[in-house]
């Protein structure tokens, strides 16, 4: 256990991990996943596997946006920026993410007009300041930036900006719980719920879980003790009988979320009747579109759209990772094909996908790199 | 994109119906929109969690410090500062 004493509030770390000790029935193997691919990223860093007994497995969710999008709508959306009128903008996140015949990174060094943004009000500003041009933002994310595209296109009707369109991408993290929960091949004791996400969408999203599915849920912080916490009060609620939602990141997510986001949100957008998710396939009302109030918009209602579907590369295993049924390093192409520095699926782009997690802080791990640094 | 960056207001540049401010990240000042907070806006000196240029929720100064840390610590605070540098928000300056 030396990871601990290098971890602020050591004293506090120990005596919680005592507590999980003591609430962890030794005869038992516990699966918990943690829903949010920064909780993953965090996990990972700060080596908390070696902090939890055996018999607590860490299960890692789907909640890394870029990671759940499939490759079809990468291409769709890069099919479009070919339109010599369009300019394709996207957080920075997306440019690496392998589409059929390229990332966006590698599109912008064929030619193409492809620029990061890190706002999609900067996406709306591109088009004010290019009149001529068609500026495209490719939205992707769940509950934590769909307000931030809906407040976005709000501005763009309410000044009538008609050059300016959102591909949308956007995702909800609850459908892709029950599709989770609904998977045969998944045995699941609780949940470690999301932190951003929640400050959103609040608690009560996830009451479904704790009554109808019989599981625990807990949201919870991103720091070691947050998610140390998490855990006991999961083990806490199952030693005890109880099924229920708990928040344990009070000080940032109100149980009620942030009413004013949800309202733009409703305002702007609708559910998608269905959407594909990488390695979850299609999840009924699993995602965001623009109202018709909006179609003039709507990137996809805009242009056609040819809908391509591309099957991930066979050798390949992301939707596996992604489900929690493989670890990242029982993928065939981990650490050989599928490096950070050239990854083949989207699991080994983002710092919350679990390879990467997995690859930067497990497959390289040395004696030295893996210690947590005392923050002066 | 997923990362929440804390942020000082320094100085409110609202203009009804859109409302902006200014916000000190880390001894950097750029513009922030704080629409979704547009039911109880802060005020100058709150802190808050910014999400692609949005603020979307009030936090304590010392939950503001442990965010950055906890940047600093993931290996994010360059890609943070890199975020917030990137905001381009405009003004409809006052």
């Known amino acids: 256990m030396k990871f601990v004493d290098e971890f602020r509030d050591s004293d506090l770390i120990a005596k919680t991990r005592d507590e999980i000790r003591r609430l962890a029935d030794p005869g038992r193997h516990y699966r918990l996943m943690e829903v949010c691919g920064g909780h993953t990223h965090a996990i990972y860093r700060f080596g908390l596997k070696d902090v939890l007994p055996e018999n607590i497995e860490l299960i890692h969710g789907p909640g890394c946006p870029v990671c759940v999008l499939p490759m079809g709508r990468i291409d769709d959306g890069l099919a479009l920026a070919r339109r010599p009128e369009v300019i394709f903008a996207a957080f920075g996140d997306m440019m690496r993410v392998p589409g059929a015949h390229g990332s966006p990174l590698e599109h912008k060094a064929r030619g193409l007009d492809v620029r990061i943004v890190y706002s999609p009000t900067d996406a709306l500003k591109l088009a004010r300041t290019n009149p001529d041009r068609h500026v495209m933002f490719f939205a992707i994310g769940f509950e934590t930036t769909a307000p931030s595209t809906a407040l976005t296109l709000m501005r763009a009707r309410a000044e009538g900006i008609e050059n300016f369109s959102v591909f949308c991408n956007h995702v909800t993290i609850i459908p892709a719980i029950r599709a989770i929960l609904d998977s045969p091949d998944m045995r699941l004791d609780g949940f470690i719920g999301p932190g951003h996400v929640s400050t959103v969408i609040g608690c009560r999203p996830y009451e479904w879980i704790a009554k109808d599915e019989g599981k625990p849920i807990v949201v919870s912080g991103f720091e070691p003790l947050d998610l140390l916490q998490a855990v006991v009060m999961l083990l806490r609620q199952m030693k005890e009988g109880r099924t229920e939602v708990e928040n344990q990141y009070k000080r940032v997510v109100p149980w009620e979320g942030n009413r004013a986001a949800l309202g733009v949100m409703a305002e702007v957008f609708d559910l998608r009747p269905y959407f594909e998710w990488r390695g979850l396939g299609f999840i009924s009302q699993s995602a965001l579109r623009l109202r018709d109030a909006y179609a003039r918009w709507d990137a996809e209602r805009v242009f056609n759209v040819e809908g391509v579907r591309v099957t991930d590369p066979k050798a390949a295993q992301c939707g596996e990772v992604l489900k929690g049924v493989l670890k990242p390093a029982q993928c065939k192409l981990f650490g050989k094909e599928c490096t950070p520095e050239h990854p083949v699926g989207a699991l080994m782009v983002s710092s919350e996908g679990s390879c990467a997690a997995y690859y930067n802080y497990e497959h390289r791990k040395t004696a030295a790199s893996l210690r947590i640094l005392t923050p002066a | ?94």
């Open chain 2, 1 to 94: 994109m997923c990362l929440a960056i804390p942020g000082r207001i320094v100085e409110l540049l609202t203009d009804p119906p859109v409302h902006l401010a200014m916000v000190d990240v880390s001894g950097v000042r750029r513009r922030v929109d704080l629409g979704l907070l547009e039911d109880d806006l802060p005020a100058v000196g709150d802190w808050v969690l910014i999400h692609v240029g949005f603020a979307m929720s009030r936090i304590s100064e010392s939950e503001a410090e442990d965010q950055m840390r906890m940047l600093a610590v993931l290996g994010e605070d360059a890609a943070a500062m890199e975020e917030v540098r990137g905001y381009g928000l405009e003004g409809r300056d006052p």
